[in-house]
T-cell receptor, first 113, second 114 residues
Framework: DAGITQSPRYKITETGRQVTLMCHQT?????MFWYRQDLGHGLRLIYY???????DKGEVPDGYVVSRSKTENFPLTLESATRSQTSVYFC????????????FGPGTRLTVT | AQSVTQLGSHVSVSEGALVLLRCNYS??????LFWYVQYPNQGLQLLLK??????LVKGINGFEAEFKKSETSFHLTKPSAHMSDAAEYFC????????????FGTGTRLTIIP
């Protein structure tokens, strides 16, 4: 099916481990985003990408790494997971600049023990 | 920089009553404004958006919102609440030029009382 998918949907990992969350979109949208959702904070932007090989920090980038070698994929890596990174992570994409909305994936619920 | 304030983290209304969810924004340039809805264990889904055309915007599921520049507001309304409207609602703003980053409010959880 066309759209934006995330994997895994649920993940439990231990403190200090590296974990990668995957995001894939089938629309060839230019922009892609990673957010984390925490109670009382709404959605906060971690990183975004305007195109393949172009990425930039958002509001809360510390402890995260992204890459975008292909337009359709935008993986998010936690290099050494901490308990404060327990959250729900959403990937989103938008077709281009202008009056367009972002489309969201279903989310990944990550628990760091 | 832009920001969004959603007044009321929890709102409860009776089934059939008016739904009013408040959103005030701050932006140094003309904004685009969005309302998203999130059902449990799902991603965000667009309800409606304001992109500087009509100030009264109609969305899905009977929702609408009015852009009021003088009040810097973009409140979401629905005349008659339905049980299926129970969800979390997010207001978001972005500039109408430059990068495409959205700034979200902290969300309002809507509960419908039977």
């Amino acid at each position: 099916d066309a759209g934006i998918t995330q994997s895994p949907r649920y993940k439990i990992t231990e403190t200090g481990r590296q974990v990668t969350l995957m995001c894939h979109q089938t629309w060839s949208h230019s922009y892609m985003f990673w957010y984390r959702q925490d109670l009382g904070h709404g959605l906060r932007l971690i990183y975004y990408s305007a195109a393949a090989d172009i990425t930039d920090k958002g509001e809360v980038p510390d402890g995260y790494v992204v890459s975008r070698s292909k337009t359709e994929n935008f993986p998010l890596t936690l290099e050494s997971a901490t308990r404060s990174q327990t959250s729900v992570y959403f990937c989103a994409s938008i077709i281009d600049r202008g009056p367009y909305e972002q489309y969201f994936g279903p989310g990944t619920r990550l628990t760091v023990t | 920089a832009q920001s969004v304030t959603q007044l009321g983290s929890h709102v409860s209304v009776s089934e059939g009553a008016l739904v009013l969810l408040r959103c005030n924004y701050s932006s140094s340039v003309p904004p685009y404004l969005f309302w998203y809805v999130q059902y449990p264990n799902q991603g965000l889904q667009l309800l409606l958006k304001y992109t500087s055309a009509a100030t009264l915007v109609k969305g899905i599921n009977g929702f609408e919102a009015e852009f009021k520049k003088s009040e810097t507001s973009f409140h979401l309304t629905k005349p008659s609440a339905h049980m299926s409207d129970a969800a979390e609602y997010f207001c978001a703003v972005k500039r109408n030029f430059g990068n495409e980053k959205l700034t979200f409010g902290t969300g309002t959880r809507l509960t419908i009382i039977p």
